[in-house]
């Protein structure tokens, strides 16, 4: 079975703190993203991967950065938390290249991050 | 741009009731489908996929079949149990480019006993 983990379920951190969310996947997967998920506004995607060392900004990447410096890890980086960043993140992870359209995005549990 | 329309919930069911989902789409191109489902506690899981019109998809009792005349893939279950409260997720991705996904809202499904 395809595993997703992340590296904290719950994270409380104050205003103006860098807060680093860990993910790993255990499947050699190519394609990695993060998400935040809200209610109401259902999954939004801040930030892609496809390949080691490359990213692409999603919907919303303002004020969040990421790193890939291994295939299996994906960090996404609050560089100056404020309180809208309090949200639920997803990490996902998917096999193939960027072409497949088909192809099924594995998550991990979420990280309900809370910034006071 | 691409977007998902759900129905809002929660949808509250009765044990063995028939359910039906709501889900419409714009797209610009010829988009995938998807279910996803996630269960209390957890990420989201594929329920489902149909990668072009009049495909179904099915799994776990769960039928959605794609529809271009209406641009919809509603998701259906017989009968439903209480193991199947959870939040629901209609997607898709445009196969042009990059394999972005795009979510509608959720739709919580509470069943009881």
């Known amino acids: 079975d395809v595993k997703v983990t992340q590296s904290s379920r719950y994270l409380v951190k104050r205003t103006g703190e860098k807060v680093f969310l860990e993910c790993v996947q255990d499947m050699d997967h190519e394609n990695m993203f993060w998400y935040r998920q809200d209610p109401g506004l259902g999954l939004r995607l801040i930030y892609f991967s496809y390949d080691v060392k490359m990213k692409e900004k999603g919907d919303i990447p303002e004020g969040y950065s990421v790193s890939r410096e291994k295939k299996e890890r994906f960090s996404l980086i609050l560089e100056s938390a404020s309180t809208n960043q309090t949200s639920m993140y997803l990490c996902?992870?998917?096999?193939?290249?960027?072409?497949?359209?088909?192809?099924?995005?594995?998550f991990g549990p979420g990280t309900r991050l809370t910034v006071l | 741009g691409d977007s998902v329309t759900q129905m809002e919930g929660p949808v509250t069911l009765s044990e063995e009731a028939f359910l039906t989902i709501n889900c419409t789409y714009t797209a610009t191109g010829y988009p995938s489908l998807f279910w996803y489902v996630q269960y209390p506690g957890e990420g989201l899981q594929l329920l489902l996929k149909?990668?072009?019109?009049?495909d179904k998809g099915s799994n776990k009792g769960f039928e959605a079949t794609y529809r271009k005349e209406t641009t919809s893939f509603h998701l259906e279950k017989g009968s439903v149990q209480v193991s199947d409260s959870a939040v629901y997720f209609c997607a898709l991705v445009v196969a042009t480019g990059f394999q972005k996904l795009v979510f509608g809202t959720g739709t919580r499904l509470l069943v009881s006993p």
């Open positions: 996902a992870s998917s096999e193939t290249g960027p072409a497949v359209s088909t192809d099924t995005q594995y």
């Open positions: 149909a990668t072009k019109a009049d």
